[in-house]
């Protein structure tokens, strides 16, 4: 099994909503990431999760708080969004790069958000 | 993150001419780099990667060449198909787990 499943594919929400994005793989990946992708852009990092813990948080806005409940699923919560924050939203995971050496990241096919 | 440029934003190229997507990145201390394909309303897909102890790659129609001393990467594509009209990206992969993308190039093959 090579694939990072996402759900919902699409979601449409307003500024005052709470809503999750969700993310699994079992290929034993320890390193999860989400990135955003706005049209004809390359996707952004926002955040990254090595065994768990977050280690990277590209200054990303307090309205994404990413969750990593267990080794094998990666939430984004969104809470009070702007419309500007409207993208494709990729979940990535790869082999840890600090213990098993660097290799390539697998990605899903995001969640298309949509704030209004 | 790093800058990781692309010469040429769009590339329109004949069915079974060869393609040459290129890339510049600017941290030499990265050792890793990747491309990949990403169709409309798709994710990224793995194409090919390099360390930056080679200079050149090869998969099935695909070749990647590293050139340190000038930052350089570029993605061939042997006798293209109409299938590989894709949006394709290199990354770049600096110390432990991060993918920083370039700018990406628009590949359209004619039929």
């Known amino acids: 099994d090579t694939e990072v499943t996402q759900t919902p594919k699409h979601l449409v929400m307003g500024m005052t909503n709470k809503k999750s994005l969700k993310c699994e793989q079992h290929m034993g990946h320890r390193a999860m990431y989400w990135y955003k992708q706005k049209a004809k852009k390359p996707p952004e990092l926002m955040f990254v999760?090595?065994?768990?813990?977050?280690?990277i948080n590209e200054s990303v806005p307090s309205r994404f708080s990413p969750e990593c409940p267990n080794s094998s699923l990666l939430n984004l919560h969104l809470h009070a969004l702007q419309p500007e924050d409207s993208a494709l939203y990729l979940c990535?995971?790869?082999?840890?790069?600090?213990?098993?050496?660097?290799?390539?990241?697998?990605f899903g096919q995001g969640t298309r958000l949509t704030v209004v | 993150g790093e800058s990781v440029g692309l010469h040429l934003p769009t590339l329109s190229v004949q069915e079974g001419d060869n393609s040459i997507i290129n890339c510049a990145y600017s941290?030499?201390?990265?050792?890793?780099f990747i491309w990949y394909k990403q169709e409309s309303g798709k994710g990224p897909q793995f194409i090919i990667d390099i360390r930056s102890n080679m200079d050149k790659r090869q998969g099935q129609r695909v070749t990647v060449l590293l050139n340190k001393t000038v930052k350089h990467l570029s993605l061939q594509i042997a006798a293209t198909q109409p299938g590989d009209s894709a949006v394709y990206f290199c990354?770049?992969?600096?110390?432990?787990?991060?993918?920083?993308f370039g700018t990406g190039t628009s590949l359209t093959v004619i039929p």
């Open positions: 990354a770049e992969n600096l110390t432990g787990n991060q993918f920083y």
């Open positions: 990535a995971s790869s082999q840890d790069g600090g213990r098993a050496g660097n290799t390539e990241a697998f």
């Open positions: 941290n030499s201390a990265s050792d890793y």
């Open positions: 999760y090595s065994y768990e813990k977050l280690s």
